[in-house]
């Protein structure tokens, strides 16, 4: 059994107090913005004998052999190489809005071929072109690689991902992403990252709030749950009025929700999560079956063999369980409630999971 301590440790309560002022530029953004996805295909140099094999990947050579042509240097194809300092990438950006040129942004190098780690490589230049297929940034230099791999003989050493790595301000801005076309009928639209009836209302009543004391008129409507049609005053900029109104603070309403990470084991319940009584029970049966080897060695002068023979143990094992009540009005009684029965995080999941099936659980059950 776990204590409250070590429950709490997995059990992990992420919630906006109900009331909570934020600002409105945190929980909305205006539609037409947005990033501008580039992608390029690379190679990478400098390897120390974690690159490609050539042999497998085909078009690591070729892409090699191209790109040495280029240069002047002729590689014929009958020659082929051994080296172990090259991997093929792709290579991907995020172009972010209203860039100029000759500004850089961040980019991601992952491996294509059977390279085990990108450490100490450098990405050699590359194109990022974007859907339409123009060029829109240049992208070269050496890569940052948070993970590692080490391998002996007998045992291998893996901490994170060295296949992927990125390149802090690694592209260079060639040409601007295109931009959206300004309404005619002069309306901007906010939309919500957290779609809510209630947030959307609130949204509208304090920028109009706001409105009629500044412009002596109303700006704001709330068009569905998910976005607020705002009116450009005669005269006003459609950025200045994102700057004012973005400061504005609403209180902004949470839906009762349980998000349940399995590969984790993390599981998040929201302010307003409630589970009607309901009697609860848990208990696991583990069966172990163990093999020991033993030898069999026959009598002096008896001709015989020496052999490895198996002694088979199988014993099973059942936790004791405890039958508790649950009932959750408040976030506080509900963790207490699941902290009494002294579960591991696995037995909250399958717990959560079973009380929803009993239509027990008030929410909406997100599992990853």
């Known amino acids: 059994m776990m204590t409250r301590r070590a429950i709490l440790a997995f059990v992990l309560l992420f919630a906006t107090p109900a009331g909570a002022d934020v600002r409105i530029k945190d929980i909305a953004a ?11 295909y690379g190679l990478v140099i400098g390897l120390q004998g974690t690159g490609d094999t050539l042999r497998n990947a085909p078009f690591t050579e ?7 042509d280029r240069m002047g240097v002729n590689v014929r194809p009958n020659n082929s190489m051994r080296t172990r300092n090259v991997a093929a990438v792709m290579v991907t950006a995020a172009l972010p809005p209203f860039a100029s040129w000759g500004t850089t942004i961040d980019v991601t190098v992952s491996s294509m071929g059977d390279a085990t780690s990108l450490m100490g490589g450098t990405l050699v230049l590359t194109s990022l072109t974007g859907i339409d297929g123009a060029v829109y940034a240049l992208a070269q230099g050496p890569i940052a690689v948070s993970g590692f791999s080490a391998q002996g003989q007998n045992e291998t050493l893996t901490h994170g991902v060295a296949t992927v790595g990125r390149i802090p301000n690694g592209a260079t801005i060639e040409r601007e992403a295109p931009r959206p ?12 990252r957290n779609p809510d009836y209630t ?7 304090a920028v109009n709030r706001y409105a009629r004391q500044r412009y002596r008129m109303t ?3 709330e068009r569905d749950d998910r976005s607020v049609l705002l009116a450009l005053p005669k005269g006003a900029h459609a950025t200045r009025l994102l700057a004012e109104i973005g400061e504005l603070r609403v209180a902004v309403e949470t839906p009762a929700r349980v998000v349940i990470d399995e590969r984790t084991g993390t599981v998040v319940i929201g302010a307003d999560v409630q589970i ?8 696991g049966l583990t069966v172990r079956i163990t093999e020991t080897p033993e030898i069999s060695q026959p009598a002096p002068f008896a001709n015989g063999r020496t052999t490895v023979t198996t002694q088979t143990t199988i014993s099973a094992a059942e ?17 207490k409630g699941l902290n009494q029965i002294g579960l591991k995080p696995t037995g909250v999941i399958s717990i959560l999971q079973a009380i929803k099936s009993a239509g027990a659980l008030q929410a909406d059950l997100v599992i990853q």
């Open 199 to 205: 947030t959307s209302v609130r949204v509208a009543d």
């Open 276 to 283: 009607s009584s309901v009697a609860v029970t848990h208990g």
């Open 62 to 68: 070729q892409s090699t052999s191209a790109l040495l």
């Open 219 to 221: 700006l704001a409507r």
């Open 30 to 40: 205006p539609i037409g913005p947005r990033d501008y996805q580039l992608v390029g």
């Open 319 to 335: 936790q004791t369980g405890q039958v508790a009540m649950l009932a959750g009005p408040t976030l506080k009684q509900l963790v």
């Open 181 to 192: 076309s300004v309404p005619n009928d002069g309306q901007l639209v906010l939309q919500l």
